[in-house]
T-cell receptor, first 113, second 111 residues
Framework: EPEVTQTPSHQVTQMGQEVILRCVPI?????FYWYRQILGQKVEFLVS????????KSEIFDDQFSVERPDGSNFTLKIRSTKLEDSAMYFC???????????FGQGTRLTVV | GQQLNQSPQSMFIQEGEDVSMNCTSS?????WLWYKQDPGEGPVLLIA?????ELTSNGRLTAQFGITRKDSFLNISASIPSDVGIYFC???????????FGGGTRLMVKP
């Protein structure tokens, strides 16, 4: 059983629109990560989130991106004004309780048109 | 940022053959992880390595954390059609939690 469930599985959005991608853990987790994978390329780190704060972020994670945990359960990634190059699979990941390695969700395929 | 060089980029082998792929880095990594990704799915963790020299098996899969902490290999023995997919190495190279991924090895198995 995956540690996290991601919704939606696929989202198509117009360039310039805001999107919110959601990640729901199956149990209490403190650490969350967002990764991105452009079609045919490697997985790239975006941001890590610990105890309701950003702990690390990459240069990809610019001002257009934000993360939050609005209700203490769901973990969201918001892209304020999507660009064509934001089209990618976005993965939420979290360590299983008691472990350090990251387990990935099924991903959200974002298509910006 | 840190780079992981993964090779080969792709392999097309006969069912039953053994497979070997590896990752190298110019920097020391503290943890090496190997993931498999099927089309349209998220990466699935196969093996985690935490100590230099560590050799770990998971069924037909064997992976090693290089002594220099700058490389790792993954071997798959007696490949079967369901081994098809993209295999990624990944690692932590500092005290932080972000994973750096290799470029992936696409494995194709001919029945």
């Amino acid at each position: 059983e995956p540690e996290v469930t991601q919704t939606p599985s696929h989202q198509v959005t117009q360039m310039g629109q805001e999107v919110i991608l959601r990640c729901v853990p199956i149990s209490n987790h403190l650490y969350f990560y967002w990764y991105r994978q452009i079609l045919g390329q490697k997985v790239e780190f975006l941001v890590s989130f610990y105890n309701n704060e950003i702990s690390e972020k990459s240069e990809i994670f610019d001002d257009q991106f934000s993360v939050e945990r609005p209700d203490g359960s769901n973990f969201t990634l918001k892209i304020r004004s999507t660009k064509l190059e934001d089209s990618a699979m976005y993965f939420c990941a979290t360590p299983r309780l008691g472990a350090s390695e990251a387990f990935f969700g099924q991903g959200t395929r974002l298509t910006v048109v | 940022g840190q780079q992981l060089n993964q090779s080969p980029q792709s392999m097309f082998i006969q069912e039953g053959e053994d497979v070997s792929m590896n990752c190298t880095s110019s920097s020391i990594f503290n943890t090496w992880l190997w993931y498999k990704q099927d089309p349209g799915e998220g990466p699935v963790l196969l093996i985690a390595l935490y100590k230099a020299g560590e050799l770990t098996s998971n069924g037909r899969l064997t992976a090693q954390f290089g002594i220099t902490r700058k490389d790792s290999f993954l071997n798959i023995s007696a490949s079967i059609p369901s081994d098809v997919g993209i295999y990624f190495c990944a690692g932590h190279w500092n005290a932080g939690n972000m994973l750096t991924f290799g470029g992936g090895t696409r494995l194709m198995v001919k029945p």
